[in-house]
């Protein structure tokens, strides 16, 4: 089991996925978080919150995954 977080390129790349053709500002608004949120989590060096990732990841119709956010978190939690 790979447990290790993404990098912060990697989680650029991620969030970008994620939100697909919106703009950061309206991602956020999407899944009910201030852009700020969505800024931070880019700066914090690949780590998102638990809440953040199960929130991108609804948000993104599954593209990108809680699991793939947050493996240390997720992994065999049996989505």
Request: glycine residues 12%; proline residues 5%.
């Given at each position: 089991?790979?447990?290790?977080?993404?990098?912060?390129?990697?989680?650029?790349?991620?969030l970008d996925e994620a939100r697909?053709?919106?703009?950061?500002?309206?991602?956020?608004?999407?899944?009910?978080?201030?852009?700020?949120?969505?800024?931070?989590?880019?700066?914090?060096g690949g780590r998102v919150s638990?809440?953040?990732?199960?929130?991108?990841?609804?948000?993104?119709?599954?593209?990108?995954?809680?699991?793939?956010?947050?493996?240390?978190?997720?992994?065999?939690?049996?989505?």
């Amino acid at each position: 089991m790979n447990d290790e977080l993404p990098s912060p390129d990697r989680l650029d790349a991620l969030l970008d996925e994620a939100r697909g053709s919106l703009s950061e500002a309206a991602f956020a608004k999407k899944i009910g978080v201030s852009q700020h949120c969505l800024w931070w989590a880019r700066r914090r060096g690949g780590r998102v919150s638990p809440r953040l990732a199960v929130l991108i990841e609804r948000g993104s119709g599954g593209r990108v995954s809680r699991l793939t956010l947050r493996p240390d978190v997720f992994a065999g939690a049996g989505e």
